[in-house]
């Protein structure tokens, strides 16, 4: 399966490091990654481009080392009113790696902060450099967090943690924020070297088989557990009229690696 030429943004890079796997590197590096509007736009652009492309398996989005994204770009901000933000629907459009089928690696080194650190609590796996230094500051400039820090931080480490970390705009370590569930801390070698490696496995498997396992247990986020249940079985069901189907467990009785076809 032949790759898709490359397009070149302005404002992230995009590489192939190993077969099925996508990595969108944020290049705002003197302003620490904060996120603009046009900086979000070629996120964007790149995810989705990257999503669309058949022989891609696992997308990988980092930083620089100092910063995987520092924030949202407060001079581009500051001086929107209620009317506009409401009217404008303002970050409305920073849910695209939710939306996205292919399951998503955030690889941290740095500052990952307000805006910063939404993006990543988005992504599907999230691995972390010691370096790492993840909050929500946004009670010190007079707001809150608009692109779901709230939500999110509550469903991943519960009410009691998540109100300390917004309402007094802490920054924690790595090794805190690996004690409360939300990294995993990568001790040795390059974050971004790991992620690779985890997104190259997760791309060596049967697409089909990995998109539904990222549907099912996004579902347990939105639905009750009986309802999710059924929804697992039902996907698992449907499994069973694919063809990677048939060859992995064929493959596995024969002793032998399996071929897979994505369909």
Avoid: C
């Amino acid at each position: 399966m032949q790759a898709a030429a490359l397009r070149e943004y302005a404002n992230v890079l995009v590489s192939r490091p190993s077969p099925g796997v996508a990595l969108i590197t944020l290049n705002r590096p003197k302003a620490l990654n904060a996120l603009n509007a046009a900086h979000f736009q070629d996120i964007s652009d790149a995810m989705k481009e990257a999503d669309e492309d058949a022989s891609v398996g696992a997308i990988i989005l980092t930083g620089s080392e100092r910063a995987f994204a520092a924030g949202a770009d407060i001079k581009e901000m500051k001086d929107k009113s209620f009317a506009e933000a409401y009217t404008a629907n303002f970050l409305a459009d920073w849910e695209v790696i939710t939306k996205l089928k292919k399951p998503v690696i955030a690889a941290v080194s740095g500052y990952a902060l307000g805006g910063g650190l939404e993006l990543a609590l988005q992504a599907d796996i999230l691995l972390a450099a010691p370096s790492a230094q993840l909050g929500q500051p946004e009670v010190n400039l007079g707001v809150i967090p608009g692109g779901g820090g709230t939500q999110r931080l509550a469903h991943l480490i519960g009410k009691s943690r998540a109100m300390e970390l917004v309402l007094t705009g802490r920054i924690i370590g790595a090794d805190e924020a690996e004690r409360w569930g939300i990294v995993r801390v990568v001790r040795e070698g390059s974050v971004v070297d790991e992620a690779v490696k985890v997104a190259s496995d997760i791309a060596s498997k049967g697409r089909i088989a990995v998109n539904a396992g990222k549907e099912a247990v996004n579902a347990a986020f939105e639905m009750s557990l009986a309802e999710g249940l059924r929804f697992e079985k039902r996907l698992f069901h449907a499994l069973f009229s694919t063809k990677d189907q048939k060859e992995g467990m064929a493959a596995f009785a024969e002793k032998r690696r399996a071929e897979w076809t994505h369909s």
